[in-house]
């Protein structure tokens, strides 16, 4: 069973960073997947943000966080990271960690997030920006 977790939300103030972790478990070896960031603000509909393929790192950011915030990973831990730099109020947001199992999706150019994506989740971890 796939289990995400993610970790590293709270209070920062405008033009501060933040680092959201996702630790995961549940996956092979040999699994091609990706895991990918979401964030819900709100009021507003959910948004895919970021994600990052286990088998060659292609990555993917939506234009709203592009230049801002990177995502990588340690596969030795299982673990994806989502630094946040730069961060303003509009960023407030409940973040969710997301994996996705079909590789279409990235392969061969990365896809953006739409409502499909993810067919496992956190629980979420809120990320509150002040002015």
């Known amino acids: 069973e796939v289990q995400l977790v993610e970790f590293g939300g709270g209070l920062v103030q405008a033009g501060g960073s933040l680092r959201l972790s996702c630790a995961a478990s549940g996956f092979t070896f040999d699994d091609d997947y990706a895991i990918g960031w979401f964030r819900q603000a709100p009021g507003k509909e959910r948004e895919g943000i970021s994600y990052?393929?286990?088998?060659?790192?292609?990555?993917y950011y939506a234009d709203s966080v592009k230049g801002r915030f990177t995502i990588s990973s340690d596969n030795a831990k299982n673990t994806v990271y989502l630094l946040m730099n730069s961060l303003k109020p509009e960023d407030t947001a409940v973040y969710y960690c997301?994996?996705?199992?079909?590789?279409?999706?990235?392969?061969?150019?990365?896809?953006?997030?739409?409502?499909?994506?993810?067919?496992?989740w956190g629980q979420g971890t809120q990320v509150t920006v002040s002015s």
């Open positions: 990052i393929s286990s088998s060659d790192g292609t990555t």
């Open positions: 997301a994996a996705d199992t079909d590789p279409s999706l990235w392969r061969p150019v990365p896809q953006p997030m739409d409502e499909m994506w993810g067919d496992y």
